[in-house]
């Protein structure tokens, strides 16, 4: 109450899960007048709200501020438990052609097609699916060991695969492929989690480079 007495608003929880906000006024005979007022129903829009902008709204699963956020939070947890953290790197191949070929409309009902199966390869609750470009995905897996995380990446590409979604003008397969890349580390240093992210990316370059539809591990 210190912080409502000074003239900052403070919102506090209840115990019964409700939420109050506290404000106090100087009275002229020199006594405080403290008000509490229940903004429960504000804080669970806030919340929404929040939830909401961290989801991509084409594909359902979470965006790139999501994927930031959990990185950098998970990096923290494995350097202070001491546990493993590995990231996946995916991309459509050639997916500027399928645009292209197919229309917006063809080749983001594609796109979600492509998260709800990468979605459905993930199977612990603090694995999380994302999309960070037009056609680019990231994966990242608390946790996780290298070979965990190459056979995530070959569950993802078989899993595009076995969906059979036609991409005539790729030079790769006449369907919709992916090339991934996954990298992992034991957590040291806070904040260095975007040494982890390049290694993906780099990996996912590799791929690429060797001729796409296929996972690659970081070197190193």
């Known amino acids: 109450m210190l912080a409502a007495t000074a003239g900052e608003p403070l919102r506090l929880p209840l115990a019964d899960g409700r939420w109050q906000r506290f404000t106090a006024a100087q009275l002229p005979d020199g006594r405080r007048l403290v008000v509490g007022i229940d903004i429960t129903e504000l804080v669970d829009r806030e919340r929404q709200l929040a939830a909401l902008s961290e989801i991509d709204a084409s594909t359902q699963v979470g965006n790139r501020r999501l994927f930031d956020r959990r990185l950098a939070e998970e990096w923290a947890r494995g350097a202070r438990l001491g546990t493993p953290l590995a990231v996946l790197m995916i991309d459509v191949d050639h997916f500027d052609r399928y645009r292209t070929a197919r229309g917006d409309a063809a080749a983001d009902a594609c796109l979600q097609q492509v998260a709800l199966r990468l979605q459905a390869c993930v199977r612990r609750p603090l694995d999380v699916v994302a999309r960070l470009g037009d056609a680019g995905f990231g994966i990242l897996l608390p946790h996780a060991t290298p070979e965990v995380a190459a056979r ?69």
């Open 152 to 220: 995530l990446a070959r569950r993802c590409i078989q899993a595009i695969d076995e969906a059979k979604m036609p991409h005539a003008d790729s030079p790769v397969a006449p369907q919709v492929t992916l090339s991934a890349g996954h990298a992992s580390a034991h957590p040291h240093q806070p904040g260095e989690h975007a040494s982890l992210l390049r290694a993906a990316e780099q990996a996912l370059e590799r791929a690429r480079a060797m001729g796409r539809h296929r996972a690659e591990r970081a070197m190193g």
